[in-house]
């Protein structure tokens, strides 16, 4: 005859079932919990590789020539406390129709980009790229605004100058950088959540910008223009002052490559001349002389400026 099970070693049996049964609940419900933050984390690590990818392809198709009137890199640093939106503005060349037209006939050839960071409404923080297909004075709008990834809460630019990362940066004055830093946070929040609450990913890169030229020196240019041309009036401006009886330079030409003295006229002795001449000094001071056996020395100009020193004799 079977025994029949007593009532304590139901209650026994029954606990122990409870207690498995609570266990599988929580297990299933972590799991539940980890899978959801899992798949958040993924979404805002698709988001960040998206919206650096974009700006890295921009970044590399920036224009590299030496005249910074034709290029433009532009880094405003902004930020709070707990994030930063830094923008960033360039001209690059990439060849992309951002207008959806059936006789698309392309766009120019260089391009004005910008990135930054907005927040409409109750949407997430997104990051915006403003494209302008013709670089003009109105740097900041003008072209077409669209969306790159949402849920990018941290845009944070640094450019590098060969010696420190800076995290502003401009190009009509310091030329356009060796490198660029980006580092993106994006959320893997909902649209209508806080995107602080959800889990967060970082991610970085650096963008090389090599074969860069040297930016080109105009006030440069123009110094050397005004001086050829102020050496060309005054070419014949000065007295011939030399032995030989020609006429004098302007005092700007060094000894031996004119021929004669002369100065600015009215002022003071010219320049030097060849071995047989007199010499001078500067053009507005006087002095100045040729060989010690063929000509006068020259002294210093005299205190009022008005002419240069005597010749002294051969040794």
Do not use: C
Request: aromatic residues 6%; glycine residues 20%; proline residues 6%.
């Amino acid at each position: 005859m079977r025994r029949a099970f007593t009532l304590i070693e139901l209650i026994i049996a029954g606990t122990i079932a409870a207690m498995i049964a609570g266990t599988l609940a929580a297990s299933f419900s972590n799991l539940g919990t980890a899978r959801e933050s899992a798949r958040r984390r993924l979404d805002a690590a698709v988001r960040a590789d998206a919206a650096l990818e974009a700006m890295r392809r921009e970044i590399v198709s920036v224009v590299r020539t030496d005249d910074l009137f034709y290029t433009y890199f532009f880094i405003e640093d902004e930020g709070g406390e707990d994030a930063d939106f830094d923008e960033l503005l360039l001209f690059n060349t990439r060849l992309r129709s951002v207008r959806n037209t059936a006789n698309y006939a392309g766009d120019g050839q260089e391009y004005e980009t910008a990135f930054r960071i907005e927040q409409m409404g109750s949407d997430l923080p997104t990051l915006w790229r403003r494209r302008d297909t013709m670089p003009d004075e109105f740097w900041r709008g003008g072209g077409q605004a669209r969306p790159v990834a949402e849920g990018i809460v941290s845009l944070s630019i640094r450019a590098w100058d060969g010696d420190e990362w800076l995290s502003g940066w401009d190009s009509d004055r310091q030329g356009l950088p060796l490198g660029v830093e980006i580092v993106i946070t994006a959320t893997g929040a909902k649209p209508g959540e806080d995107p602080w609450d959800a889990p967060l990913v970082d991610l970085r890169t650096v963008v090389p910008i090599d074969r860069v030229p040297p930016p080109r020196d105009h006030f440069e240019e123009i110094e050397l223009l005004l001086a050829e041309e102020l050496a060309e009036e005054q070419g014949g401006a000065g007295a011939g002052d030399g032995a030989t009886g020609e006429s004098g330079g302007n005092g700007l030409q060094p000894g031996g490559i004119r021929p004669g003295g002369g100065g600015r006229p009215g002022i003071g002795g010219g320049g030097g001349g060849r071995p047989t001449g007199g010499g001078g000094g500067r053009p507005t001071n006087g002095g100045g002389g040729g060989r010690p056996t063929n000509g006068g020395g020259g002294g210093r100009p005299t205190p009022n400026n008005t002419g240069g020193g005597f010749g002294g004799g051969p040794r």
